[in-house]
């Protein structure tokens, strides 16, 4: 029998053969065969963080589980993305974002829009089992058009990333560790005197919460635009072949 | 058969998820024939009842008697729904929660104060450190989220419990709705 290309992996995700290239991550092959994984801090167009858990699955033969969004297809690969103990770590995860921020969905900017709130309805969310830490966050709105709340960020780093990869400004950062990481922009001076920020706007957009958004907006009232993502990676890739 | 017995209160919440009941409009009367309404600010007893079937809870436990309600009504409640999301998140009042009771008071009947700042110590209850969501106090039943839930979703979720069922809220409401 004809061996296939080394370069095409096969596996089985829930219980469906598919196929893939092998630099392919598990995430991206479910979605090509339309099988859901959730997802927080992905974003189709920026780089793989791996942050939010949300998209954790189980291998066969793998004993701890494995982050979809950044785990490589190999060949032979029996993934799991929806079994009961999956579903409750999600849950679980979920309940851990909301309570070591301060999430006030009804007085929210983009509440009914929010990518958080919208992920704890689909995985069946009830309330928050562990306790609630309200810490206490600063907001900055030193900016002409914007403002950062960082009491709804989940340091999923779109922002970041989206700054960095795409605007080529790398105005964000992480800075402290564990309950104390927090977003900054240049080296932690207010928003508004930031000598690198070109004030596109892609880091409110990509926002999957109300942390960053547009000044004037109530709640409710502000809905992320997206749409320049997947439009700028493809006129990129399409220029560098 | 006899009725179902059924009550209402309302905590620290701002009494929308009371509103948003008295929405169900005509249903109430429909509702009527089924329960007997022993406790609520809609009604007239100023004494939680021995023993209730279903109790509807509106608001977040913020104060020394809010904590002490709940307590006593848990004790003589068959079923406890936590409507709305001060009282299955904390919502709105619970804002308050990154900063200690002190600064909150100060900040209200002090520094914004144009005439008399005094803070309030007589026949008000006394806040507790932080304001929780009433599963962290006393065990709840059934999550119903939304500021408030829509007139359809407690109906929907008062006429599956009288018929016995477990209702499903997932496509029905959610958080801030």
């Known amino acids: ?241 | 058969m006899s009725k179902v017995r059924f009550a209402t209160v309302w905590l620290d919440g701002c009494s929308g998820c009371h509103m948003s009941f008295l929405d169900m409009d005509e249903r109430l009367i429909e509702l009527a024939e089924l329960v007997d309404v022993v406790y609520s600010p809609l009604v007239d007893p100023k004494q939680f009842p021995d023993s209730v079937d279903v109790t509807l809870v509106e608001g977040a436990v913020s104060s020394d008697e809010d904590l002490e309600k709940i307590r006593h009504i848990r004790e003589h409640t068959q079923y406890l729904i936590a409507l709305g999301d001060c009282s299955v998140t904390g919502n709105v009042p619970s804002m308050r929660n990154p900063f200690k009771v002190d600064e909150v008071m100060n900040r209200a009947y002090i520094e914004n104060a144009t005439v008399q700042p005094q803070i309030p110590n007589v026949s008000v209850p006394t806040l507790l450190p932080r304001v929780r969501p009433v599963h962290t106090v006393v065990k709840v039943d059934v999550y119903v989220p939304g500021c408030p839930p829509s007139a359809d979703t407690i109906y929907y979720v008062l006429t599956t419990l009288l018929r016995g069922e477990v209702p499903d809220l997932s496509s029905r409401t959610r958080f801030g709705v």
Not at chain 1, 30 to 57: D, F, K, M, Q, W
Not at chain 1, 67 to 73: E, I, L, Q, R, Y
Not at chain 1, 155 to 174: F, K, N, P, Q
Request: net charge neutral; charged share 25%.
């Open chain 1, 1 to 241: 029998m004809k061996q296939p290309s080394s370069h095409i992996k096969t596996l089985q995700i829930d219980g469906q053969d598919v196929g893939a290239n092998q630099d392919e991550t598990i995430l991206e092959v479910a979605r090509e065969n339309g099988i859901y994984i959730p997802t927080l801090c992905e974003i189709e167009g920026l780089s793989p963080h791996g942050g939010c858990r949300l998209c954790l699955v189980e291998v066969k033969g793998v004993n701890k589980l494995l982050p979809a969004c950044v785990t490589h297809v190999q060949e032979g690969m029996e993934v799991f993305t929806n079994s009961p103990r999956l579903q409750e770590y999600r849950r679980t995860i979920l309940e851990l974002i909301f309570s070591e921020g301060n999430h006030i969905c009804a007085v929210c900017v983009v509440n009914g829009r929010c990518d958080l709130q919208a992920l704890a309805t689909k995985l069946g969310m009830t309330h928050v089992s562990v306790p609630y830490l309200y810490p206490r966050r600063s907001v900055d709105a030193s900016h002409d058009r914007f403002a950062l709340d960082r009491n709804r960020c989940i340091l999923c780093t779109r922002c970041v990333r989206v700054c960095d990869e795409i605007e080529g400004a790398h105005t964000w950062d992480v800075s402290g560790r564990g309950v104390q990481a927090h977003v900054v922009t240049d080296l932690n001076t207010p928003w508004g005197d930031s000598d690198t920020c070109t004030s596109c706007g892609k880091c409110v957009n990509v926002c999957p919460t109300g942390a960053l958004f547009e000044k004037g907006k109530a709640v409710a009232e502000m809905s992320k635009k997206r749409g320049f993502l997947p439009y700028l990676t493809q006129m990129r890739e399409k220029r560098s072949k």
